[in-house]
């Protein structure tokens, strides 16, 4: 308790409206700087939101190129069992025509050729397709891994945010109960 002066009817007016001054002066600057600080951590917390909702958005576009990464995936896996099959008949067809007699082994002979080549096309297409399969696969992970860079830094921030809100929570109510309790 501050030292005031006694008067006739108890303690010296000017002392105690000097010293609710001081108090409430100072009071006044530790809420201010208080307000101040809640209002950048709100600050931060919108830009962290923001943060969140670009994630989403960014989200929202991985998985539609992974969607869109799945329907050419089902397209080259169905094109993938044409060949297949395509080359089990050209196989079959060049079984068949080997085995025929050599009265037909000219026409033997251009059967195979056919079906090496519909072999070779259909090789030449399941290397494209792979090599499709590979560059989607590797542009998707990276892009995954930058999504998820992105998800572990906005994190960070977000409870950094909250450890700050919670000590200025604790100052404050410090502050406050130094007060009330004089």
């Known amino acids: 308790m501050a030292g005031f002066r006694r008067s006739l ?3 010296n007016t000017d002392d105690v409206l000097e010293y609710i001054e001081k108090t409430h002066k100072s009071f006044s600057k530790k809420q201010n700087a208080l307000n101040e600080k809640a209002e950048n951590l709100a600050n931060e917390l919108s830009l962290s939101k923001e943060q969140y909702e670009n994630l989403m958005a960014e989200k929202a576009v991985v998985d539609e190129k992974l969607n ?3 329907a050419k995936y089902d397209e080259i896996e169905k094109l993938s069992e ?3 099959k395509l080359y089990l008949v050209a196989q079959a067809n060049a079984q068949a025509v080997m085995s025929s007699s050599e009265e037909n082994l000219n026409m033997s002979n251009e059967e ?3 079906n090496i080549s519909t072999i070779d096309e259909a090789h030449d297409s399941l290397g494209e397709i792979r090599q499709n399969i590979i560059k989607t696969s590797e542009e998707f992970v990276s892009e995954l891994d ?3 860079q992105s998800l572990v830094e906005t994190k ?3 409870s950094n945010n909250n450890n700050e809100a ?3 929570i604790d100052e404050f109510d410090k502050f406050y109960d130094s007060i009330v309790n004089q």
Do not use: H, P, R, Y
């Open 82 to 84: 044409n060949i297949g």
């Open 112 to 114: 195979v050729s056919k």
């Open 146 to 148: 930058e999504l998820i």
């Open 166 to 168: 919670n000590q200025a």
């Open 68 to 70: 869109a990464f799945m």
């Open 9 to 11: 009817f108890g303690f």
């Open 156 to 158: 960070a921030k977000i």
